[in-house]
């Protein structure tokens, strides 16, 4: 879905960018082909585990990823982006809450944690929805986390990744 990813950034460049500054390297097809093909296979030890996250009307609405894996710790970095125009209808709560399930069961982790810049309000509420625990600030970002014992599983996450055609690319 690289041509459909793409022309998602490139009408919401404004919007992402400010947080994601890497996404400024992808000018072109060929450029997201390359990203995605980079990451989006790879263990979440050694890069991105990339899902895809769509409307009810089949339209892609962005990005979440589980990556930054520490194998010692047990423990994965949870990311997301979506195009300004699905903000606050809960996308990315839902999606976060399948992929922490899946996380747990699946990768055996022991805790999920997601970083964000301090000024990014909305990713500290969605951490704060999700039941995270802030942990110590870091330069200019936040860190939130949660254990797999104080998760609340739901053991029918993978439907999720069925019924809303949220797929690994």
Request: charged share 20%; net charge negative.
């Amino acid at each position: 879905h690289a041509p459909i990813w793409l022309a998602l950034l490139d009408d919401n460049r404004p919007h992402l960018e400010p947080w994601m500054p890497h996404l400024r390297d992808i000018r072109s097809l060929a450029d997201a082909q390359d990203y995605l093909n980079q990451y989006a296979h790879l263990d979440i030890y050694l890069g991105f585990h990339i899902y895809e996250m769509w409307s009810e009307a089949s339209q892609l609405v962005g990005l979440a990823t589980l990556h930054g894996g520490r194998f010692t710790q047990k423990s994965a970095e949870l990311g997301y982006w979506l195009g300004s125009a699905f903000t606050g209808k809960g996308y990315v709560t839902t999606a976060c809450q399948h992929l922490i399930s899946m996380a747990f069961a699946t990768h055996g982790l022991r805790s999920v944690q997601i970083r964000c810049l301090a000024q990014n309000i909305a990713s500290r509420k969605v951490a704060r929805r999700l039941g995270m625990q802030p942990l110590p600030k870091e330069a200019d970002q936040v860190l939130f986390e949660v254990q797999e014992e104080d998760w609340e599983h739901d053991p029918n996450y993978w439907l999720w990744f069925l019924d809303n055609e949220s797929d690994l690319l």
